[in-house]
């Protein structure tokens, strides 16, 4: 991995210098050119395609080379690029031999002249006098012992270089190889290169574009060759068209914005909306431009502002003057005078003047002509380029000259009229044109497109109360990413909120949608507190009321107890059922949650019916109550029409997510893998980031804790996703803590715990206090370890959820055993057990088990004790929780051992410290294996690194696949639900089926599952 620096409180990858990439052929090319005796070479590409880069490959190891460069400047040195070259190249010009002929360079090196010859005699004939200063130069190469010449930017050159360029090749006994580099848009028509190029048979090499793959080898290679995401890799080609330096320099510019990410063992980009014109890219392009005639830089200008692909008829009408005949009254006056590569450009164009700017602007290769007649920028990062350095009023006329234009369309483009309109400052046309884009977005499931248009449109103009909440209404926030987004959205509701002049209506509109994004965003007791005085007066908008009430039935609230939560469902399943009855007869006292049946409901909108079915089984299977599983059980899986798909991506991430927290592990795995597909397929970036938490989090329980700190690390970087961001630093300080950094891990999970409570984020409170309250156990400190989980036990108890016990009870019951409360202990357990009743959930019952071994071992009763530890090992291992259970099973060990049964605890102990080791587990490894060095038990060594050789045995990573095949994925899935690439998957799978002695996943699953490695619990 890159060594980092760190900007603040982030952590910045190393950027390195690139490797030359994609260029073997060419270099190939060149170097058998340059083999035999001296030629020419010819190397032509666009301005930062890499023709430098090549030229210094070329030249690595190779020995009497002399590099000239030509430099932009307006009026050339004559013969600078080469007198310069030579300069360099001689230290002492006395040992050169010259003879008398070099006394005519004495122009040219002045502070020479004390070791040149005389100057020669002037000759009356110009071209002759020429004619002698290019054989001395020529004389001068020969004497430094310059065997190949390389000329760079030579489409830069002046006149007179050019002629001594030509004079070489053109010698008979030419002793000078010949390399130069030029841009072909750049060199003028009458310019001597044209003549040099077709002097002899030079070899000519034409550099292109990198293709993606290039593109991901060349990011690759400057973060030392570890792996770029396919979607960024994609992305970086799109904007820079596989541009080398623009490659490059973006890499830079998004490592020094800490917008490069290292997750999974490969580079991402946080997120794919934009891209920065880099410096070095911006000064080339608008160089480029501020050498083009007035009327190319005003075409520059219009096809900068309408950045995509337009027929030269528009282009032209944006453009003119007016701009075209039939919108010239709605174009406006003339802009003045504008930038785009230059002051000077005029306000508008004459038709004349405009074609034959268009010409220069595709001649010189800024623009170019696609197959079917379209004009665009030759890249992306050149048309931004322009576009920025175009004076704001003069922009502004563009744009809303190009909405016009484009108004006048057969077919309108709204986006890019919402767009245009935006930009020209005409509110009320853009958020009509906006609005329009976005409901065409949604309709067509691109949720990431119709999420930024309705957030400009809420944040960016002044919307009046109603149409504000519909906006909002109607932003999709699975695609949004980032709370600073949705910051600006509560800004904006809370900021009309404070209006006096709002209806009831308005107001109950207003508070229902800034309950929802507050939620969203994780505010949770805010956001129920909005939603609950929205309902009141929610009558006119049923569907709203539904939507409130079936939120409000969330347990997120630290304040309401199960009941007061499952009221709010049946509240919000009334509601539904109510407005369905009422289109067809009186609404009757029977009508209850019970009717809400699809014959029922009719009257509620299909996409609203399922989102509230999904938003009932979340609810129910956090309330711990297993109806929840037959609601999951009825909801689709794949989405057979286009509304459908964000409903049944985040139905795949409820019910994983809920599987994980009842200790259905396979389940939620193979949950995860679906929605991990549909929120990559749909673009729900929002939905992908919480769904890779999810895995992050699934994946320390099942302990798959190779890589897992990194993945943990990234997410917990995402900036204001604090739902997503505290979860990740919980799996973060768990991981601290069982790996051996408890100080670490007090800091992290303390800091969660704190934000968790402040935000009311109850669901959060629960692993952090629990490990928390270990590290205290550990170091004695008992009356910590009770306050710690006090709290959160209380939480529990008010809100008669049993299920979030889970991870919290044996620990509390260890810090009340420990302090001589065993009437509490006692209670608790009690508690527990009463409070499970009817909740079937995996984990709850394996947490039971290790509180009753917990209890037994409080009250002396070792033997119960290490039954009661064998059970609750057991059920870890069922579900499977590999971490748990070993500490289980050196808990019935130890208990074995104080019950007097010496052989069977030194048994079950035996394997302990190399199974925590194996995790990663060091410091719990270190110890049960010192209990059994101190009965004269050698425990095997724990396991500390480097290459670990599984035999025949399957290792963590191929079991994790093994378990998948046997749950019934296929590759694809495993391996965007173990965040692995599929090679990696099928190489695991192989060598399992190996191991395994067979040839087909059928048989993989039909003998792991006899052999007894995986479980039937892991199938289900």
């Known amino acids: ?73 307006r009026e050339a040195f004559t013969l600078g690029p080469i007198v310069d070259a030579a300069r360099q190249a001689c230290t002492e010009v006395a040992v050169l031999g010259l003879s ?13 002249s004390a070791e040149l010859p005389e100057a ?26 310059v065997e190949l010449l390389v000329v760079e930017d030579v489409h830069w050159a002046d006149q007179a270089t050019l002629e001594f360029l030509l004079f070489l090749v053109s010698r008979r006994d030419r002793r000078v190889g010949l390399v130069l580099t030029y841009r072909p848009e750049d060199v003028p028509p009458d310019s001597l290169l044209r003549r040099l190029s077709s002097r002899g048979q030079p070899v000519r090499v034409t550099l292109a574009p990198l293709d993606v793959a ?7 290679s400057m973060l030392d060759d570890e792996h770029v995401s396919a979607a960024f890799a994609a992305f970086l080609h799109g904007r820079t068209e596989g541009l080398p330096l623009a490659v490059e320099e973006s890499v830079r510019l998004m490592r020094d914005r800490a917008d490069l990410v290292r997750l999974d063992g490969e580079w991402i980009r946080r997120t794919l909306d934009d891209i920065v014109v880099p410096p070095t890219i911006r000064d080339a392009v608008l160089e480029r431009a501020a ?22 008829a528009t282009l032209i009408a944006v453009a003119l003057a007016g701009g075209s005949p039939d919108v010239a009254a709605g174009a406006g006056a003339g802009a003045g005078a504008g930038g785009g590569g230059g002051a000077g450009a005029p306000a508008g164009l004459l038709p004349a003047s405009a074609d034959a700017g268009l010409i220069e602007a595709i001649d010189r290769g800024l623009l170019v002509e696609d197959d079917r007649g379209r004009i665009r920028f030759g890249h992306v990062l050149a048309a931004r380029a322009v576009y920025d350095a175009v004076p704001g009023p003069d922009r502004r006329r563009l744009h809303a000259r190009a909405g016009r234009v484009l108004e006048a369309a057969a077919t309108q483009p709204v986006a890019r009229l919402a767009h245009h309109f935006r930009e020209a400052g005409e509110v009320e046309t853009w958020c009509r044109y906006a609005e329009r884009a976005a409901d065409l977005a949604l309709a067509s499931g691109d949720h990431r497109v119709a999420v930024m248009l309705l957030h400009d449109m809420v944040t960016g103009a002044d919307l009046p109360a109603g149409t504000l909440a519909r906006v909002v209404r109607k932003m999709p926030t699975l695609a949004s990413s980032g ?45 129920a507190a909005m939603l609950e005085l929205a309902i009141p007066d929610l009558g006119h908008k049923p569907v709203e009321a539904a939507y ?67 938003d009932r089984m979340t609810a129910l299977l956090d309330l711990g109550d297993p109806e929840g599983w037959q609601v999951a059980a009825e909801l689709p899986v794949t989405a057979n029409e286009t509304w459908q798909r964000p409903h049944v991506a985040r139905a795949a991430l409820n019910i994983g997510n809920e599987a994980m927290r009842w200790g259905r592990y396979a389940e939620a795995r193979r949950r995860l893998a679906v929605g991990v597909g549909l929120a990559e397929e749909y673009d729900l970036l929002r939905l992908s980031d919480m769904i890779a938490v999810t895995l992050v989090h699934l994946d320390w329980f099942t302990g798959a804790w190779t890589g897992l700190a990194d993945r943990a ?57 629990a490990a928390l309250a270990r590290i205290r156990l550990a170091d004695g400190d008992v009356d910590a370890a009770i306050d710690l989980t006090e709290q959160v036990l209380a939480l529990v108890a008010g809100k008669e959820i049993w299920l979030w016990a889970s991870e919290t009870a044996a620990v509390r019951v260890d810090a009340l055993s420990a302090a001589g409360r065993l009437g509490d202990a006692y209670q608790l357990v009690s508690s527990f057990e009463r409070g499970l009743r009817g909740c079937d959930a995996p984990v709850a019952a394996a947490s039971l088990a290790t509180c009753r071994g917990c209890l037994a071992e409080a009250t002396g009763d070792r033997s119960a004790a290490a039954a009661a530890f064998a059970a609750a090992a057991l059920a870890w291992d069922g579900l499977p929780r590999p971490y748990d259970a070993l500490l289980a099973r050196e808990r019935q060990g130890m208990n074995l051992i104080a019950a007097g049964d010496l052989d069977a605890g030194l048994a079950v102990l035996g394997d302990v410290p190399r199974g925590l080791s194996g995790l990663g587990a060091t410091g719990d490894a270190d110890r049960v294996a010192a209990v059994l060095r101190g009965h004269g038990v050698t425990a095997r060594r724990p396991w500390r690194g480097g290459s670990r050789g599984y035999g025949d045995q399957l290792s963590p990573r191929e079991l994790e696949v093994v378990r998948l095949v046997v749950a019934g994925l296929t590759n694809p899935e495993i391996a965007r639900a173990l965040s692995r690439s599929p090679k990696t998957v099928a190489a695991q799978l192989t060598s399992a089926m190996r191991k395994l002695g067979v040839s087909s996943r059928t048989a993989v699953a039909v003998s792991a599952t006899q052999a007894g490695i995986v479980t039937a619990g892991d199938s289900d």
């Open 483 to 527: 709370y600073l987004r949705r910051s600006g959205v509560v800004g904006t509701l809370r900021g009309m909120l404070d209006r006096a002049a709002l209806s009831v209506p308005e107001r109950a509109e207003l508070r229902a949608q800034l309950g929802r994004v507050l939620m969203h965003a994780g505010e949770y007791e805010a956001g």
């Open 713 to 769: 690390a990234a997410l917990a970087e995402l900036d204001g996703e604090a739902l997503i961001r505290l979860d990740a630093k919980v799996v973060g300080g768990l991981l601290d803590a069982a790996t051996g950094a408890p100080r670490r891990a007090e800091t992290a999970l303390r800091a969660v715990l704190d934000e968790a409570r402040e935000r009311g984020m109850v669901e959060l409170l629960h692993e952090p206090a």
């Open 214 to 220: 290039g593109t991901a080898e060349l990011v690759s």
């Open 100 to 112: 008398p002929l070099a006394g005519a360079l004495r122009p040219l090196f002045p502070e020479w």
């Open 548 to 614: 409130a009430m079936s939120t409000l039935g969330l347990p997120f609230s630290t304040a309401w107890p199960a009941p007061v939560h499952r009221q709010w469902l049946d509240r919000a399943a009334a509601a539904m059922s109510q407005a369905a009855v009422s289109q067809a007869e009186p609404t009757t006292a029977a009508t209850t949650a019970a009717t809400m049946t699809a014959a029922t409901t009719t009257a509620f909108p299909e996409p609203d019916r399922l989102a509230l079915r999904i």
């Open 1 to 73: 991995m890159p060594v980092t620096d760190t900007d603040g409180d982030r952590t910045l990858p190393t950027v390195r210098v690139p490797r030359l990439v994609g260029r073997d052929a060419e270099l190939t090319r060149l170097r058998h050119a340059l083999a035999g005796p001296p030629g020419l070479a010819l190397v032509e590409g666009e301005a930062g395609i890499g023709k430098s880069r090549l030229v210094h490959e070329l030249l690595a190891g190779r020995d009497r080379t002399m590099v000239a460069v030509c430099p932009p400047f």
């Open 120 to 145: 020669p005699e002037p000759l009356g004939d110009a071209g002759a006098a020429r004619h002698r200063l290019l054989r001395s130069l020529a004389e001068l190469l020969e004497r430094l012992g």
């Open 291 to 312: 050498r083009l005639d007035a009327a190319a830089r005003r075409v520059l200008q219009a096809a900068a502002v309408l950045a995509e692909p337009v027929g030269e």
